[in-house]
């Protein structure tokens, strides 16, 4: 359903996300997120300096009760560039979960780009 990955010589995160999540996944998730966040933070970097790249290109619409619980979760202040689904229902679902410190994009090159151009 996700997979969390840290760079280790840098402040980011790439986060994928896949399918259809039950309202057991976000817990997990959120729990495997801040521990990637706080892993960063101990190697020396603020949770302002955290970036995370998020691919959700294979992630689905999901229910009510998932996207209320997605949207309660506290995002710690990190900068995100999320690589999205071509499908506008998944994809403008996404950005009304996303926070403020999130942006969209259409390839990796861009999202990537955003992330290395941004200043925390």
Known sequence: ??????????????????GFWSAETVPKYYHAKNAAIDKVIASGYSPHDVKILFDIREWETQSRTVSNMIQDLEDRGVKGAVIAQAAMLPRKQSERLAGSNYQFFGTKEEAMAWLNNNPS
């Open 1 to 18: 359903m996700f997979d969390i990955k840290i760079d280790s010589d840098s402040n980011y995160i790439h986060i994928a996300l896949r």
